[in-house]
Structure formats: C-alpha cells, structure tokens
C-alpha cells in the first residue's frame, strides 16, 4: 500500500479562534461550499489565505467566494480547469517540491469528483510529493443521506450520458446493479432523463430526486421512477439536481443476468426473430428489434440490427 508524508515544515495559523495547520510543500485539495456559504470551514478558510498557490476551476469564483467568506485570497492564484490541468500539473508540483503549499479548489464540492484535481494528484503520486484533503461539502453524499435509500452500498455514476442512446446503454447495463446509485443532472436533459429512466428500470423502483442541495429552495422529492417522473412534467425542477436510484432487488438483479448471462451469436438471434415473426404475424424487421432488445450485451449495448437482419435473409 502506498502512503505520503507531510514535509515537517507546517505553519499553524488561527482562524476563529481554531488554530489551522497549513502544510507546507503539499498539495491540499479542499472542498468548497456547493451552495451555503455557511458550510466554509475553519479549515478552508484559512487555507484561502495562507495558501502560497491556489490553483482554482474558475478564478472569478474564488475571489467571490473569498468576499462572501470575509477573507483575502494570500497567494498567486492560478486558473486550473478541465482544458489545461494536464499541462498545469508539473509546474505546480514544481512549486510543491520547493515548499509551497498549493491550493486545490473546484466551483463547489471537492476537486477531482466531476472536476478538476485528477491529473494533480496523479502526477504528485508519481512524484511522491504530498497530497491531502480538507474535506467539506459533497452533493453526492448529501444527497445519498437525504434519498432515504439504502447507504450501506452505493455507486456514482457522474453526470448521465447527454445522448438518448448512451443513456439508454448506461441505464441498461445497471439494471441488475444491487447498490443504490447516484448520478448528476442538468435541469436542461432532466425530463428526457426520466423519459429514459422510466423505459428501462420500469415504474416502480424508488428513487430520489434532490435540487438546490443546501440551498434556500433545496427541495428532495422521494416516490418511484414513475411518481418522480411525474412530478418532472407537472412541475419541472430547477437548479442543481441529483439523482438516486435504489438498486435492484433479488429479483431484479436475476432477471438482468439471465439477460446478459449468455450472448447469443447473430445466427442465434435471427433465428429467434424469424420464429416470432411467424408465431406473431409481426413485420421481420419489429421482431429483429423487440429480439434484440431482449438480448443486450454485457456492457449494455445491443446487437447490431443490421447485421442479425442480413443473417436472416441467409436463414431464410
């Protein structure tokens, strides 16, 4: 197993009456208030103004956030964001390895789950240079306590697929996934999200929907895939929104192995879709569909149509 060190040289600074260690020649990733400006830490704040680098998603939001939290922004302040973390990595680290403390902090929540922070703490592993957390504010977990799902177990999925397809794909490939999952979303795809949630885990299995977490108009709604799919056309959420999902049930989960559990060869299927055909009186083309579809593969995709529809014209 792995393990850092923090430098020996530290600085311990008050901050409300608390004295803060602020470590020196280490990476500090800190979690940033995801709505309530009041769930800052100590810890953080101090951090803000000691810090000797802060390397920020977006610099325009760290000076907001220092203003509302009373505090000065100390240190040289760095834009790090998804298009150019890779390259800002080294020369960060660079400053580490000669004792600064360089700062890591997302638009809100922690750095690294869905933002920026990944490639820095790969590259200060590589280097064996260290890295820490100050932890704080996390959508994902507020949301899984507020569900009222299970907690013991769970998965995060990251934001849900933008495209209908791929959505389709993830949702089909957790459908015997027995740990309660959580995904993000934009008030911008959530009805076509619930659309799709509703087609393949069916109506009836629990489920949260959780918007403006810690916020004024924080709301949870909490019903079926079917009651919160509802509740999206009749009175559509705004705002930041969290999705979580129960996991499967014994039965569920079953079901979706046997689904998975064997794939059938492209012969295989086609000769299933020419015998419903001609059980069903249904156009060769709506049995290929409803015989693939009943068959995904096991990372959630299906069978190619067009190909199990050549293999039928051979069969034939």
């Known amino acids: 197993m792995e393990s850092a060190e923090h430098d020996d040289a530290k600085r311990d600074m008050p901050e409300d009456g608390v004295m803060v260690e602020i470590p020196r020649g280490t990476v500090v990733l800190a979690a940033t208030p995801i709505g309530n400006v009041g769930d800052a830490s100590a810890r953080l704040r101090a951090l803000i103004e000691h810090a000797d680098v802060v390397a920020a998603e977006d610099t325009r939001r760290l000076y907001d956030l220092a203003n509302r939290l009373g505090v000065h922004v100390g240190g040289r302040v760095v834009a790090n964001h998804d298009h150019n973390e890779r390259s800002k990595a080294d020369g960060l680290l660079d400053e580490v390895e000669r004792g600064a403390t360089v700062l890591v902090v997302s638009d809100a929540g922690m750095p690294t789950v869905n933002d920026p922070g990944v490639a820095i703490v790969r590259r200060a592993i590589e280097r064996d240079l260290p890295v820490t ?184």
Do not use: W
């Open 133 to 316: 957390c100050a932890p704080g504010p996390s959508a994902v977990l507020d949301a899984l306590a507020l569900s009222g799902l299970p907690t013991d177990r769970f998965c995060y999925e990251g934001f849900v697929p933008r495209k209908h397809n791929e959505r389709i794909q993830r949702f089909r490939s957790l459908l015997g996934e027995r740990r309660t999952i959580v995904f993000y979303e934009t008030l911008h795809r959530i009805a076509e999200t619930m659309d799709d949630l509703l087609e393949m885990f069916g109506p009836d299995r629990p489920m949260a929907l959780c918007r403006e977490l810690t916020k004024d108009y924080e709301q949870i709604r909490r019903g079926t895939v079917g009651e919160i799919h509802q509740s999206v056309i009749d009175d559509p959420p705004r705002g930041e929104i969290v999705l979580v999902i129960a996991g499967a049930s014994e039965d569920e989960a079953l079901k979706a192995g046997e689904a998975t559990a064997t794939v059938l060869s492209v012969d295989d299927l086609a000769a299933l879709a020419i015998e419903r055909s001609s059980k069903t009186d249904e156009r060769i083309k709506d049995a290929i569909a409803e015989v693939v579809k009943e068959h995904p593969l096991p990372d959630g995709s299906l069978p190619n149509r067009k190909a199990v529809y050549t293999a039928t014209l051979k069969l034939k």
